[in-house]
Nanobody
Framework: QVQLVESGGGLVQAGGSLRLSCVASGSFFSINAMAWYRQAPGKQRELVATITSSSTTNYADSVKGRFTISRDNAKNTVYLRMNSLKPEDTAVYYC???????????????WGQGTQVTVSS
């Protein structure tokens, strides 16, 4: 069993900052790529940022220059630092990790339960 737990969401004014965290726990050998997605009301889930096991990063155009994804492999944790937040960043943010499950010996994608980020204007 693999679990991802996000934290750090909340209500912030436009122009403010938040840092999201996501910790992976359970039975696994390794974590490959990790990512943050978000889903706004009435919209499809979209990719926000990704980071490989060697910390190569990639961002959606809408967040480039404002968001920073990072990871601490020793803590099985991925972070998303969000600066200069805009009302359109309001969404539920989900953590995703590609994990080699030690119970099944298979690699698969796992998701957290999501954390709400609300940016007021």
């Amino acid at each position: 069993q693999v679990q991802l737990v996000e934290s750090g969401g909340g209500l912030v004014q436009a122009g403010g900052s938040l840092r999201l965290s996501c910790v992976a726990s359970g039975s696994f050998f390794s974590i490959n790529a990790m990512a943050w997605y978000r889903q706004a009301p009435g919209k499809q889930r979209e990719l926000v940022a990704t980071i490989t096991s060697s910390s190569t990063t990639n961002y959606a155009d809408s967040v480039k220059g404002r968001f920073t994804i990072s990871r601490d492999n020793a803590k099985n944790t991925v972070y998303l630092r969000m600066n200069s937040l805009k009302p359109e960043d309001t969404a539920v943010y989900y953590c995703n990790a590609n994990v080699l499950n030690s119970g099944t010996w298979r690699r698969g994608d796992y998701w957290g339960q999501g954390t709400q980020v609300t940016v007021s204007s």
